[in-house]
């Protein structure tokens, strides 16, 4: 299993960068969290903290993490090679899990780039490194999650930008969901507390990793990535 998984990785690794889009993605990821991160530093020059950068990321990724997804399932069933890879002797788990991880070893590239900031500030003076650890956790938690999602899209449907519309939608209001309730009482603000991506996130962002968290991220990208592996699985029917 570890093998067909490693070779959907493999293949997807390659077609990532051989894409033109991907490289796209990756350079305004960058340019626009560099670009807040350090007019973040600059109106708060006596703060050595990663926390503007921390509380801005979520927000770009649910748009960036699906536009990295958007064409795993959609532009195969448009090109017609998502049959010839279902025909190998490959299972639905390892055809959506090889796709899986090859989205979020592309995101965590992206965010091992970002190791500059803090670099950068450690230079100038104690910079709380358990707190950005704790952060990054957050951050490749938060990426696998709307790349599961984004990955549930794709197989969804044939068309790319209809793939990245839904994913972005879906990821923006788990997002947002806490701001569009209002504010809620009782039961509905602890349902709406824990459906909140940002709200998980804040919390491991602040240098607090609790496992709750940690078993939120990886619940939901589970329940997508399941999905996903339903509707390629209704392919073969």
């Given at each position: 299993?570890?093998?067909?998984?490693?070779?959907?990785?493999?293949?997807?690794?390659?077609?990532?960068?051989?894409?033109?889009?991907?490289?796209?993605?990756?350079?305004?990821?960058?340019l626009i969290t560099g670009a807040l991160?350090?007019?973040?530093?600059?109106?708060?020059?006596?703060?050595?903290?990663?926390?503007?950068?921390?509380?801005?990321?979520?927000?770009?990724?649910?748009?960036?993490?699906?536009?990295?997804?958007?064409?795993?399932?959609a532009e195969e069933k448009r090109m017609?090679?998502?049959?010839?890879?279902?025909?190998?002797?490959?299972?639905?788990?390892?055809?959506?899990?090889?796709?899986?991880?090859?989205?979020?070893?592309?995101?965590?590239?992206?965010?091992?780039?970002?190791?500059?900031?803090?670099?950068?500030?450690?230079?100038?003076?104690?910079?709380?490194?358990?707190?950005?650890?704790?952060?990054?956790?957050?951050?490749?938690?938060?990426?696998?999650?709307?790349?599961?999602?984004?990955?549930?899209?794709s197989s969804w449907t044939r068309d790319?930008?209809?793939?990245?519309?839904?994913?972005?939608?879906?990821?923006?209001?788990?997002?947002?969901?806490?701001?569009?309730?209002?504010?809620?009482?009782?039961?509905?603000?602890?349902?709406?507390?824990?459906?909140?991506?940002?709200?998980?996130?804040?919390?491991?962002?602040?240098?607090?990793?609790?496992?709750?968290?940690?078993?939120?991220?990886?619940?939901?990208?589970?329940?997508?990535?399941?999905?996903?592996?339903?509707?390629?699985?209704?392919?073969?029917?």
């Open positions: 299993m570890l093998k067909n998984i490693g070779f959907v990785l493999k293949r997807e690794l390659g077609a990532y960068f051989n894409s033109v889009v991907a490289y796209i993605v990756v350079i305004l990821f960058l991160f350090w007019l973040n530093y600059f109106q708060q020059i006596n703060l050595l903290s990663l926390r503007g950068f921390f509380s801005q990321a979520p927000l770009f990724l649910a748009f960036f993490a699906p536009a990295v997804t958007m064409g795993l399932f017609g090679t998502l049959e010839l890879l279902m025909t190998m002797p490959l299972s639905d788990f390892e055809i959506v899990m090889g796709k899986f991880l090859a989205a979020l070893s592309l995101l965590a590239v992206v965010f091992t780039m970002t190791l500059a900031y803090p670099i950068t500030l450690s230079m100038l003076g104690d910079l709380d490194w358990g707190a950005v650890a704790s952060g990054y956790i957050g951050l490749l938690l938060l990426g696998g999650t709307y790349a599961a999602i984004g990955l549930m899209a790319q930008v209809v793939a990245i519309l839904t994913a972005f939608s879906i990821c923006f209001f788990l997002y947002l969901i806490d701001q569009l309730v209002g504010q809620p009482t009782g039961t509905m603000a602890r349902v709406v507390d824990y459906l909140s991506t940002n709200s998980h996130f804040n919390n491991l962002a602040r240098g607090v990793v609790d496992i709750r968290d940690v078993f939120y991220y990886i619940s939901v990208t589970g329940v997508a990535l399941l999905v996903a592996q339903v509707s390629i699985a209704s392919r073969r029917w």
